[in-house]
């Protein structure tokens, strides 16, 4: 399985057509708190959504260096709102101050310092209405913190919830965290591979999530973020968004991450059009002179053409679109994004990284730019950086399946390493390596022999011991680890300990003629010539040549 990072946002479901067809019925209103819904609404009609076509299902947001036929690449990507399911991340240009960054706050929530939480969240969000320029994305970061996956983490979430009841915070807390779960039961494969029940259950934690979003907002009326994740918990229903959207910019006019999600949500894939898109985008701007943040949108719409020319291959394409994109929108993550993946397909994996890690600057604990830096760092044979950036997005976001797959290909690697060397005598570097393994996954039986076998030849009895028992407890069929194991035993002469070794084996692998005869050895040595000559012609009788001549010269 290919390990390029999913990208989160983009891919869409089918939705249900409208009926009817009235070019007319574009209102060309000026825009306003009044007219702003009328109108969008209007130009959705004006679609292909109400010329009874429906939507066009996405294409994935693949990760950078596989196009649409690679591996994990291919899979839909089910959306932004699968990873943040609170709107759009901040600027390059944004710092995360510590308190407020997504690991110090999942940590205070796993030690249930809810009040702390609470407290920090409330003052970013009342910062954030106040001041959207300001202080909306280190909100949005903040508030990301509990956009995980961990079924763990449940409890404490109803746990918060009751504790402080009616606290818009700790709703929408709980609120994130059912659409991540929602979004990890529907997977990340295209719709038409998606069984209808990952569908249901997908829906099931949805409608969790939108109670609570919108108890969020009813105690808080200008609380972005829940106003966002009610948005995308519109995917697919354009309309929906738009109304939904349009309450809350009633709220908060100048907000960016409101209008990005919806923005989102109108792309094609998700059932909207282009010339909605840009309206809206440009209907913002006259509120840019609160928010500067506002011009970003002004790219999206490019870089979803951007994003659709990568899924059919057309990298010339996708890389004028990202032109437009900069050139319209500026230097907005997800644009270099969008470019960092055009680097990669065209082979520039060490232009593509200094673009990820220039975005990661001001956006450090953005998971897809994580993902992406870890498959670089990677692709570029950094090992040790590489684990580094593991283990950040273990911090930020411990639930990714990206994390659970990068840490098992790094294990595969080292694994394969730590044999390498352990065969050809490079036995301290083998030692190395081998713990490297292991430290990824603990489970691995392979790499645990091999580090026995390393440290057996550096006269490292004990170590090599340990090892060949935690190599067993992986892999009770692992007959090469009880032979290594008998042979330490055995210079102890603790022959009960080995006869226990090779019952435990056999009750497993009753047919393995080998195994009998090392049992009938071990048998004859602690006197038991009885034992030892029905296991010798048991062997014997499953094809053992030297248990039949054993057998007849002893028996």
């Known amino acids: 399985m290919s390990l390029l990072p999913t990208a989160r946002g983009r891919s869409g479901e089918p939705t249900s057509a409208s009926a009817g067809c009235r070019e007319d019925a574009r209102a060309r209103a000026t825009p306003g708190p009044a007219s702003r819904n009328r109108r969008w609404i209007a130009l959705l009609l004006g679609s292909s959504l109400a010329c009874g076509r429906g939507a066009v299902e996405g294409a994935p947001r693949p990760g950078p260096a596989g196009g649409p036929a690679a591996g994990l690449a291919a899979a839909s990507t089910a959306g932004q709102a699968a990873r943040a399911e609170g709107g759009v991340p901040a600027s390059s240009g944004t710092q995360v101050s510590l308190e407020a960054s997504r690991a110090s706050i999942l940590a205070a929530f796993r030690a249930r310092r809810f009040e702390e939480i609470e407290s920090l969240l409330s003052r970013l969000a009342a910062e954030a209405a106040a001041d959207p320029a300001r202080h909306e994305l280190q909100a949005d970061n903040a508030f990301a913190a509990f956009s995980t996956a961990l079924p763990e983490l449940e409890p404490l979430f109803d746990e918060w919830v009751v504790a402080r009841r009616g606290s818009a915070v700790a709703l929408q807390a709980r609120a994130r965290y059912l659409a991540a779960r929602g979004w990890r039961a529907r997977g990340e494969r295209w719709a038409a591979e998606t069984p209808d029940a990952s569908f249901v259950e997908m829906r099931r934690w ?255 009895e004990l170590s090599a011991q340990a090892a060949f028992e935690a190599a067993l407890r992986a892999d009770p069929r692992s007959r090469e680890a009880i032979v290594n194991l008998d042979y330490l035993y055995a210079k102890r002469g603790e022959w009960d300990r080995i006869v226990a070794l090779w019952d435990a084996y056999l009750t497993l692998e009753p047919g393995d003629a080998k195994a009998l005869l090392e049992r009938a050895g071990t048998h004859r040595h602690r006197g038991d010539m009885p034992a030892a000559c029905r296991d010798l012609r048991r062997s014997c009788e499953l094809g053992n040549p030297q248990a039949c001549q054993l057998a007849r010269g002893n028996c």
Request: aromatic letters at 6%; hydrophobic letters at 40%.
């Open 206 to 460: 949805n409608d969790r999530a939108s109670i609570d979003a919108w108890s969020a907002v009813r105690e808080r009326g200008d609380l972005i973020d829940g106003w966002t994740l009610l948005v995308n918990l519109s995917l697919g229903q354009p309309r929906q968004c738009v109304k939904v959207a349009d309450q809350g910019l009633a709220a908060v006019p100048a907000s960016f991450r409101i209008r990005a999600a919806l923005l989102n949500c109108l792309t094609p894939r998700w059932g909207g059009n282009y010339e909605t898109m840009r309206t809206i985008a440009r209907d913002a701007q006259t509120e840019a002179g609160r928010n500067p943040n506002l011009r970003w949108l002004l790219g999206f719409e490019p870089d979803d053409r951007a994003d659709m020319a990568l899924s059919r291959g057309e990298v010339d394409e996708a890389e004028r679109w990202v032109a437009q994109a900069t050139a319209q929108g500026g230097d907005y993550w997800r644009i270099r994004l969008t470019e960092v993946r055009v680097k990669v397909e065209r082979g520039q994996a060490t232009e593509a990284l200094a673009a990820v890690e220039q975005a990661l600057a001001g956006r450090p604990e953005e998971p897809d730019l994580l993902e992406q830096q870890i498959y670089l760092l990677s692709r570029l044979g950094r090992e040790e950086e590489t684990r580094r950036a593991i283990a950040h997005l273990a911090s930020v976001d411990p639930g990714s399946s990206y994390l659970a797959a990068s840490r098992s290909r790094l294990a595969r690697e080292a694994s394969k390493a730590c044999e390498t060397l352990s065969r050809n005598g490079a036995f301290r570097e083998a030692v190395e390596r081998c713990g490297e393994a292991l430290a990824s996954d603990p489970g691995d039986a392979g790499a645990s022999f091999w580090l026995g076998r390393a440290h057996l030849k550096l006269d490292d």
